[in-house]
């Protein structure tokens, strides 16, 4: 088993930045591929980021790119999503997951954080 415990999240004006953490407890955390995922009232879970398990290769949405930065620290147990220039539509609870192979769709993943709510405002 894997816990993730998702933190960081807010109300932020939009412009701002935010970081979010997950701080995994449980199995090796360095063997799972780590990935950020959003929903937003009414809409489905999308795929934000997500990264391997030694962090070199990372994949990103296209509405995120160049604005959001995934990364890890694999002696923390902890996944970070750097969110920059936030935009209203960021506007989503934000989960973290563990997956243990591919990690492109939320079918792939094993474990769920809880969940941690941004709100960009104008």
């Known amino acids: 088993q894997v816990q993730l415990v998702e933190s960081g999240g807010g109300l932020v004006q939009a412009g701002d930045s935010l970081t979010l953490s997950c701080t995994a407890s449980g199995r090796s955390f360095s063997t799972y591929a780590m990935g950020w995922f959003r929903q937003a009232p009414g809409k489905e879970r999308e795929i934000v980021a997500a990264?391997?398990?030694?962090?070199?290769?990372?994949y990103y949405r296209n509405s995120v790119k160049g604005r959001f930065t995934i990364s890890r620290d694999n002696a923390r147990n902890t996944v970070y999503l750097q969110m920059n220039s936030l935009k209203l539509e960021d506007t989503a609870v934000y989960y973290c997951?563990?997956?243990?192979?591919?990690?492109?769709?939320?079918?792939?993943?094993?474990?769920w954080g809880q969940g941690t709510q941004v709100t960009v405002s104008s």
């Open positions: 990264v391997t398990r030694s962090g070199g290769s990372t």
């Open positions: 997951a563990a997956a243990a192979g591919r990690y492109y769709y939320a079918g792939d993943y094993d474990y």
